[in-house]
């Protein structure tokens, strides 16, 4: 539930912002940019920019046709940091391994 509880924090405006570019990912898949980027690895980034121009990322990967997500945050530096990318690496390995036992 991190997604969520990172969605939890946004303003109303940013949430409808992201919830939209999310909705239009998982009905449009595959997607491209602007609003789907490939991370390599089976991780792909939703790209959503914020009502204050901020813009937000939330990585996610296609599990047997379902669009998990892993891992959402504001994006500050042109590169994903390595650090959100470990994390969302992580909690796909969690996923995939709770799934099958």
């Known amino acids: 539930m991190p997604v969520r509880d990172w ?3 946004l303003s109303k405006k940013d949430k409808k912002i992201v919830g939209e570019d999310v909705k239009t990912v998982e009905l ?3 997607v ?4 789907a980027k490939s991370l390599g690895n089976k991780l792909f ?3 959503s920019v914020l009502a204050n121009g ?8 296609i599990y047997k046709n379902l669009m998990v997500l892993l891992h ?3 994006k500050k530096t042109k590169k994903t940091p390595k650090r959100d990318l470990e994390l969302a690496k ?3 390995r969690k996923f995939i391994k709770d799934t099958k036992t």
């Open 28 to 30: 449009g898949w595959p």
């Open 45 to 47: 980034e939703v790209r």
């Open 90 to 92: 992580n909690r796909m």
């Open 7 to 9: 969605l939890l924090g």
């Open 32 to 35: 491209g940019m602007p609003v």
């Open 72 to 74: 959402g945050f504001i």
């Open 54 to 61: 901020d813009n937000a990322r939330i990585i996610f990967t």
